[in-house]
T-cell receptor, first 109, second 112 residues
Framework: GQNIDQPTEMTATEGAIVQINCTYQ??????LFWYQQHAGEAPTFLSY??LDGLEEKGRFSSFLSRSKGYSYLLLKELQMKDSASYLC??????????WGAGTKLIIKP | IAGITQAPTSQILAAGRRMTLRCTQD?????MYWYRQDLGLGLRLIHY???????GKGEVPDGYSVSRANTDDFPLTLASAVPSQTSVYFC???????????FGDGTRLSIL
C-alpha cells in the first residue's frame, strides 16, 4: 500500500527554526510537494522537490532523499503566522498525489 | 481575481438527498480534482479530470460522480447522500498533472 508519514503535531518558539519530517512509501515517485494549510482554509503550495537535495525559498527550505524515501520542510525565523498545518504529498506513478495527514505546527511567543 | 470558486461554502443535507457541489476556475487549467478532507486523514482524491471531456476515478470514488463538459467547470454530484459523506470537499486545478495544484476554499458538507 501507499503511505505518507508525518508527525501529528509540533511546537516551536517564535524566531526559532523547526524541521518537519515526511517519510513515504508509494508506488512510483514523480515528485514531492509541501503545502501549508491554515485552520479553516484551503491548502496553499509551498515547495516541490523531484531531485535529491535542498530547495530554498526565502524562510522555507525543503529537502529530498529519494533513496531513503524521506523529505523535510525547514522553517527559519518562525513567525506567529506560520502556525498552520503542513501537508506532505507525493506524486505516484499514476501522477496522482498521495497526501499525508499533515503536521500541525504551533508557534509560541 | 483569477482562481477557483466553490459553491456552496457550507451545506447541511438530509440523507438520501441528491447534491451537486460546484467548482469553477478561470485560470484555463487543464487538470481539475476533487478531494475530501477528514480529521486525522490526508486529503483523499475522489475524481479527477486531466482535460475537458475526460474524467477518472481516484482513491474514494464510490457514491460520487463528476463531469467535465468544458475547461472551467468540474461539478461533483452525490446521487444519494449518506452520513459517511460528511466532510470538507476541496476542488483543485493545475496547468497539467505535472504542476502544483491550486485549491478552492472548500465546501463544508454535513449529512444528517
Amino acid at each position: 500500500g501507499q503511505n505518507i508519514d508525518q508527525p501529528t503535531e509540533m511546537t516551536a518558539t517564535e524566531g526559532a527554526i523547526v524541521q518537519i519530517n515526511c517519510t513515504y512509501q508509494t508506488s512510483g515517485f514523480n515528485g514531492l510537494f509541501w503545502y501549508q494549510q491554515h485552520a479553516g482554509e484551503a491548502p496553499t503550495f509551498l515547495s516541490y522537490n523531484v531531485l535529491d537535495g535542498l530547495e530554498e525559498k526565502g524562510r522555507f527550505s525543503s529537502f529530498l532523499s529519494r533513496s531513503k524515501g524521506y523529505s523535510y520542510l525547514l522553517l527559519k525565523e518562525l513567525q506567529m503566522k506560520d502556525s498552520a498545518s503542513y501537508l506532505c504529498a507525493v506524486r505516484d506513478s499514476n501522477y496522482q498525489l498521495i497526501w499525508g495527514a499533515g503536521t500541525k505546527l504551533i508557534i509560541k511567543p | 481575481i483569477a482562481g477557483i470558486t466553490q459553491a456552496p461554502t457550507s451545506q447541511i443535507l438530509a440523507a438520501g438527498r441528491r447534491m451537486t457541489l460546484r467548482c469553477t476556475q478561470d485560470m484555463r487549467h487543464n487538470a481539475m480534482y476533487w478531494y475530501r478532507q477528514d480529521l486525522g486523514l490526508g486529503l483523499r482524491l475522489i475524481h479527477y479530470s486531466n482535460t475537458a471531456g475526460t474524467t477518472g476515478k481516484g482513491e474514494v470514488p464510490d457514491g460520487y460522480s463528476v463531469s467535465r463538459a468544458n475547461t472551467d467547470d468540474f461539478p461533483l454530484t452525490l446521487a444519494s447522500a449518506v452520513p459517511s459523506q460528511t466532510s470538507v470537499y476541496f476542488c483543485a486545478s493545475s496547468v497539467n498533472s505535472n504542476q502544483p495544484q491550486h485549491f478552492g476554499d472548500g465546501t463544508r458538507l454535513s449529512i444528517l
